[in-house]
């Protein structure tokens, strides 16, 4: 069989879940090709989009958190949202690429194509099967726009989050949000630090900041950097696609042993292998892998919209902890992580609540369903 997965490059999650169902699919025997759509209209205009995200959420994530409340109140109180009308234009593009390659299923991990191809059906093209893919532990707004033959989502405690905004109950499918396959490779600790040149006898902390290098990591470094027990940790710090951010901790905290200070890394799930525990903005695919992971996990400061309610999620079912300032960000990582029966009782409520089977589980269920 032959996959289309379509994203956008609005933060690395919805890339990520595509190209873990990517491998996936590959991994199964079956075709799957990934792509952001809107370079269908050209990468120029991919590029000013994902730029306008991204130039968002880093200068003032505040007004893309206003910007989401008044999504939420636009996608309770219209039946054609402004998202959907500007959707629609990409119908123009997709058509004639799909008239030309055929697909067995098109899956979406982004609300955009999901809009476009809900459009084209409406106006009677011909298309085959298509799924939403949800990627945060919300129901974000516009989705029930959307008309997809079915979806996924992350847990069934959102079933009632996403039939309240009238998607039918029928349509989904709690699964999980999938993650790449590699995190399950069986790989020990020690051998993913060899690989990966870390420290064998020290505790390792892992500090995500996402693609967009979000998260106030240079407030978290800065606090590690004033512990007096800084020498019992090896901190590898990820700042993503956020140049500015790894030019100034790379000149403050380079030439410390304490610091390893990294841009973008293809080797994610062995950095996850390797440490003791993480430190992540609440993103979607970040949290879920962490919690695949089995790592203790301490969110940071969200993005607000999707990501405070991810961090709530996580936090109510005991899957992370979270404080309000950097210090006492600090102060409850290193708390936990000497405490043995909190360890083992959010393993317990990650174990219980993100299944390591969900990406194989997508697969199949969409294999079973395009079948019949």
Not at 138 to 151: G, R, S
Not at 213 to 223: I, N, Q, R, T, Y
Not at 301 to 322: A, D, Y
Request: aromatic content about 10%; overall charge positive.
């Amino acid at each position: 069989m032959k996959f289309l997965i379509l994203s956008c490059k609005t933060g690395g999650g919805h890339d990520a879940a595509a190209n873990a169902l990517k491998l996936q699919f590959e991994k199964m025997g079956h075709e799957a090709i990934v792509f952001d759509y809107l370079t269908l209209a050209g990468e120029k205009v991919a590029k000013r989009v994902a730029n306008s995200y991204v130039n968002l959420v880093k200068i003032m994530p505040n007004a893309f958190g206003q910007l989401y409340k008044i999504g939420m109140y636009v996608s309770k109180h219209t039946k054609e949202s402004p998202i959907y009308k500007a959707n629609k234009k990409m119908a123009k593009y997709l058509t004639p690429y799909l008239k030309e390659h055929h697909y067995d299923a098109i899956l979406m991990t982004h609300l955009f194509p999901a809009e476009t191809l809900t459009y084209m059906q409406r106006q009677g093209v011909k298309l085959p099967p298509f799924i939403g893919v949800a990627t945060d532990y919300t129901c974000t707004p516009f989705w029930e726009e959307t008309n997809c033959d079915f979806y996924i989502i992350p847990h069934e405690l959102l079933m009632n989050d996403f039939t309240s905004r009238g998607i039918p109950v029928e349509k989904l499918y709690p699964i999980g949000i999938p993650f790449s396959p590699k995190l399950l490779n069986r790989i020990s600790k020690e051998e993913a630090r060899n690989e990966l040149n870390l420290q064998q006898t020290k505790k390792i902390i892992l500090l995500l900041g996402g693609s967009m290098g979000a998260g106030k990591l240079v407030k978290l470094v800065k606090k590690f950097n004033h512990r007096k027990d800084k020498q019992d940790y090896q901190i590898v710090v990820i700042c993503g696609n956020n140049k500015r951010i790894y030019f100034k901790l790379t000149k403050f905290y380079g030439q410390d042993k304490s610091f390893l200070i990294l841009s973008h890394t293809d080797k994610m799930d062995l950095y996850l292998k390797a440490c003791d525990m993480i430190y992540t903005k609440p993103g979607g695919l970040s949290s879920t892998e962490a919690a695949a992971a089995r790592l203790p996990l301490i969110h940071t400061f969200p993005i607000p919209g999707c990501e405070t309610e991810n961090k709530n999620f996580f936090n109510q079912l005991g899957m992370s902890i979270s404080a309000p300032k950097a210090e006492e960000l600090v102060e409850v990582g290193i708390d936990l992580l000497e405490n043995k029966g909190e360890l083992e009782k959010m393993q317990e409520a990650q174990e219980k609540n993100v299944y390591l089977d969900a990406t194989e589980k997508i697969a199949k269920l969409v294999i079973q369903k395009i079948s019949h």
